[in-house]
């Protein structure tokens, strides 16, 4: 080679390699960490340190006007007597289970039925996302007004089909108001669905489909044998955020029914909040929202387990 010298029965030799000191970055490293530093610094000024100091108020009596007091473990150990609080979870458990399952039913039927660009699909995933973008505080006011007895648009359509006499007062019971909550939160986060299961559809390579087509495959084969299965991932999604939001219900139930009649339509938020801000004990609610935490958490993550790939 020109310019190298090569002694006879030796290698050539080679450039020094520079050590990196223990402990030291490469340059993509701290490339790296630089980029994440805004993400890491948000996260902890907004998640870790409020977490932090929400535990410090459980331990306190901490009201809301007055002297605070550090009490340990006393708000945990009264959860067991806090009858409310155990009625609000059984009654939100079964609220869940009746909203999560048409809210899934209802917003795959209507994917299945805008996931191809038919004549009038755009209007219609418009008209049904539509009350999702209004939101559920503005269809609660609206909704409240509309079953009124005597007023309401809803009795005097059902005096008009001859089911009532257009005097049903629905919300002064907890049946038919949960019932009528049901129906608004069922038909208000369905779009939402509709619109998360349809981007999953429609990221699936269509060549799987003529694949299926071929193997003779009919509609309900493809949808049970394709479809489902590769929208594992969305699914687990949508029913998380079903799931979580029904835990976290506190807009309709607070606006249509204030919790009542007496506590028979408590939510674990709204009586988080009663015990916060209307009998200003703030220690006693951080600790209920903290076993929330961990109750949603547990809850998210077995959904997670259920609903994970197979490999």
């Known amino acids: 080679m020109i310019g190298t010298e090569i002694t006879p029965g030796r290698p050539p030799a080679t450039p020094p390699v520079t050590k990196r000191r223990r402990g030291s970055l490469t340059h993509p490293a701290r490339t790296g960490m630089l ?9 902890l000024a907004l998640v870790v340190v409020p977490l932090g100091f929400a535990v410090y108020i459980s331990l306190t009596n901490w009201p809301l006007i007055g002297h605070v007091k550090f009490v340990g473990f006393d708000n945990y150990k009264r959860i067991g007597q806090d009858t409310t609080f155990w009625h609000a979870t059984l009654y939100t458990l079964l609220y869940t289970a009746i909203v999560t399952v048409p809210i899934f039913v209802l917003g795959y039927a209507m994917a299945v039925l805008v996931r191809s660009n038919r004549r009038g699909s755009v209007f219609f995933r418009t008209a049904v996302f539509l009350p999702y973008v209004i939101g559920l505080s503005t269809l609660s006011f609206i909704t409240l007004l509309e079953v009124q007895p005597g007023t309401g648009a809803v009795n005097a359509l059902l005096k008009f089909l001859g089911v009532t006499d257009g005097q049903t007062a629905w919300l002064v019971n907890a049946v038919p108001a949960t019932a009528v909550i049901c129906v608004l939160v069922i ?15 429609q990221a699936i390579p269509h060549e799987v489909y003529e694949s299926a087509d071929l193997d003779g495959a009919g509609w309900w084969a493809k949808e049970l044998r394709v479809t489902l299965p590769l929208l594992r991932r969305t699914i687990a999604l949508t029913l998380i955020l079903s799931v ?68």
Not at 35 to 43: E, G, I, M, Q
Not at 187 to 201: D, F, Q
Not at 293 to 309: C, K, M, N, T
Request: hydrophobic letters at 60%; a negative charge.
């Open 35 to 43: 980029l994440v530093a805004p993400a890491f610094l948000f996260t």
């Open 187 to 201: 038909w208000a986060a369905s779009g939402l669905t509709m619109m998360l299961l349809m981007a999953g559809m």
């Open 244 to 311: 979580i939001g029904s835990f976290l219900a506190f807009n309709q139930f607070y606006i249509l029914t204030q919790g009542g009649p007496g506590t028979s339509t408590t939510t674990v938020v709204m009586w988080i909040y009663e015990r916060a801000f209307v009998e200003l004990h703030l220690g006693a609610a951080t600790t209920l929202s903290l076993i929330l935490v961990v109750v949603v958490g547990v809850i998210s993550a077995l959904q997670f387990f259920a609903l994970r790939d197979e490999d």
